[in-house]
């Protein structure tokens, strides 16, 4: 038996590892996250991807708003929560910084949330309420 115990002890301590890094992917939040980085970037073609069929002229529209200004990314953190009809909610934390001509304005992410759908076999932005 004691022969056996160093690998015991390596094998529990191995589940114990993997167990810790089992934590679930939340991919409509990421999807979200990608937009919002797409719109600051400025990346049109990624904006459109992204989106929805029926919410990609807003995206595009939103996106056109920013190309003046310099933007920039603050504190993005998102979470989605499914609805009991199954609709799909993402609540991002963090804001949006925008700069023209020294001055600086701020969008807060959290006063938005996010509407998500699955198109595709794909999560994809579909607007916001």
Known sequence: ???YRPMLLFTLALLLLLAA???AV???????EEYLT???EKNAERVSALSCAAWEP???MELDSFQAVQTSLEGMACTSTTGEDGSI???CAGK????Y???DMEFDLSIRTFLVVEEGGDYLVCGYK
């Open 89 to 91: 909610s993402v609540y």
């Open 21 to 23: 890094c089992g934590k």
């Open 1 to 3: 038996m004691h022969k």
């Open 96 to 99: 949006i910084m925008a700069s």
């Open 58 to 60: 807003q995206a595009l």
């Open 101 to 103: 001509n020294g001055e």
């Open 26 to 32: 939340d991919a409509p939040a990421l999807v979200v």
């Open 38 to 40: 797409s719109l600051v």
